[in-house]
């Protein structure tokens, strides 16, 4: 059974940092894309970033850029999202995903696994 579980959500204050946690169990991930999505109250959930595990390519959306990072430790079968400097509408609940597409992908149909989302709040 194929399990992500985040963590690492929390309140920052705006400018601050958090890092993100999703730890994938139930299957081997080496040929999936690993996607990091948001839903803020009243809105669609929102592509952040995403990961392509055996090669490592990452791709963004243009709002995060330079300002969070994806990575993954394959020794922990675990994938990663730093967030610095921290902006008020940054705030959501992220879900972390994994979809077996053969290219990265934005889109929510592409991901066929899905946490259970940690809220990240940021205050002014």
């Known amino acids: 059974q194929v399990q992500l579980v985040e963590s690492g959500g929390g309140l920052v204050q705006a400018g601050g940092s958090l890092r993100l946690s999703c730890a994938a169990s139930?299957?081997?991930?080496?040929?999936?894309?690993m996607g990091w999505f948001r839903q803020a109250p009243g809105k669609e959930r929102e592509f952040v970033a995403a990961?392509?595990?055996?090669?490592?390519?990452?791709y963004y959306v243009e709002s995060v850029k330079g300002r969070f990072s994806i990575s993954r430790d394959n020794a922990k079968n675990t994938v990663y999202l730093q967030m610095n400097s921290l902006k008020p509408e940054d705030t959501a609940v992220y879900y972390c995903?994994?979809?077996?597409?053969?290219?990265?992908?934005?889109?929510?149909?592409?991901?066929?696994?899905w946490g259970q989302g940690t809220q990240v709040t940021v205050s002014s």
């Open positions: 995903a994994a979809g077996a597409a053969i290219r990265l992908t934005i889109s929510t149909r592409s991901y066929q696994y």
């Open positions: 139930g299957r081997t991930f080496t040929s999936y894309n």
């Open positions: 990961l392509r595990w055996n090669s490592g390519d990452t």
